[in-house]
């Protein structure tokens, strides 16, 4: 049986801020916005536990920060789909084509919001520890290691952020970075130094796991020195970056060399009518308000694009 | 009666929750970080404390938001 077609002026692919925020603009502006989401409403910042520097909330949970713009794109209509996956897109049709799972979505206009999804360890018996002590999700699983030793691979401020929220169960907490210093902001730098149960170990690099059934100590090796040391740990927790959601456009969008979307402030693609916005596309500053904007800029200009199309009629 | 074990501010436990509502599927949450009982049930279904843990008959269950899992333990039809 053909899936049902149904016609939207603006689709967004990916539920992260700056696809919620062309949400709520494009919603505001009295257009039929779908916006589609195949993981987590929110994105990156849905794992947050405390955002401080988000203009306007001293701090605030990632998880409540995404539902209060979330309700606000929904209270102008926007439609917000997290359950219904995309399965192919086609730009170059005239209208644009979204199918997902359950219905062929026609449109003239899409911004691409689709984000980043965190880097896997590269190491071959990782799988055999997925959920059994490696785990890449802090608030999911941490709860799980009451009292026990911890470790988190990673230097940025994801890795910082999840080694200090990490610290209310651990008994004692490792960070292990293959660098000779974070990337992180200071003040959760600070926080982490201060706390006299975590231990930083730099230029360390994580060469097996080992344990049986579940994971119980890491093989090191100190890139620095040469030495390799076991570390006993019972979770291993990795935040060793991140790869932009761009596969199922790379036959149709330009992408940089790291695969992201090639699109500047205006976040137009080499696709008229396809926008880029957030993480996703090339930009020197990845932060909220950056994503924020780009979800602005997007919708305001989408719009205008719908509005050229019109006057082409 | 549907299960669902899960624990406070964990984004795949909400997902879960908010599909199972979006079905109209009534259910029972059982926050196994306040609720000892509820712990040592999710270790007894599952083997595991990792959650959300989705059960009706308290033997097989689906872990996190497996769309086509949870399809087929809850006798949804599938997209």
Redesign the interface.
């Known amino acids: 049986m053909a899936k049902e077609e149904r016609k939207k002026d603006i689709i967004i692919i990916g539920g992260g801020v700056a696809g919620l925020t062309s949400a709520l603009y494009a919603g505001r502006m009295n257009l039929s916005v779908l916006l589609l989401e195949a993981e ?1 409403v ?1 994105g990156q910042i ?2 947050a ?1 405390s955002i401080e520097n988000y203009p306007g909330f001293a701090s605030i ?1 990632g ?1 409540k920060l995404v539902e209060t713009i979330q309700q606000q794109a929904e209270s102008f209509g926007a439609v917000v789909d ?4 995309i399965i192919a897109v086609d730009f170059k049709a005239k209208p644009k084509i979204v199918e997902t ?2 219905f062929v979505y026609k449109t003239d206009a899409v911004i691409v919001a689709s984000g980043m999804t965190r880097r896997k360890l590269a190491l071959k018996e990782v799988d055999r520890y997925l ?2 002590g490696v785990h890449y ?1 802090e ?3 941490g ?2 290691y009451q009292g026990k030793t911890i470790a988190v691979v990673g230097g940025g401020n994801a890795a910082v952020d999840a080694a200090n929220f990490l610290m209310k169960y651990a008994k004692k907490l490792y960070v292990i970075h293959r660098d000779g210093a974070f990337n992180a902001d200071e003040i959760s730098q600070k926080r982490l130094r201060e706390n006299p149960a975590a231990e930083v170990l730099f230029y360390t690099e994580i060469k097996e796991l080992k344990g049986h059934p579940a994971l119980a100590s890491l093989l090191l090796y100190n890139n620095k020195t040469g030495e390799a040391t076991e570390l006993r740990t019972d979770a291993l927790f990795v935040y060793i970056g991140l790869l932009p959601n761009t596969a199922m456009f790379k036959d149709l969008l330009k992408l940089d060399e790291t695969g992201r979307i090639v699109a500047g402030e205006d976040c137009q693609t080499n696709i008229p009518g396809v926008f880029a916005a957030g993480d996703v596309r090339t930009k020197p500053i990845r932060q909220l308000t950056t994503a924020a904007a780009d979800g602005t800029v997007a919708a305001l200009l989408a719009e205008k694009y719908l509005q050229s199309l019109k006057e082409e009629t | 009666m549907v299960k669902v074990y899960s ?1 406070p ?7 879960v929750k ?2 199972l509502e ?1 079905n109209h599927i009534e259910y029972t949450d059982f926050d ?2 306040a609720d000892e009982t509820a712990r040592t049930e999710c270790y007894r279904i599952s083997g ?4 959300p843990i989705t059960t009706i008959d308290g033997k097989s269950y689906v ?1 996190s938001f497996d ?1 086509p899992k949870l399809d087929a333990l809850l006798g949804l039809q599938a ?1």
Do not use: R
């Not at chain 1, 997290?82 to 996956?85: L, S, T, Y």
């Not at chain 2, 595991?48 to 959650?51: A, E």
């Open positions: 987590l929110g849905v794992n536990y949970q998880d997290e359950f219904d996956k799972e359950n959920g059994k999700c608030l999911c699983d709860h799980m | 624990i501010n964990c984004p795949w436990c909400h997902k908010k599909y979006a196994i970080e595991d404390l990792t959650v872990l769309k997209s």
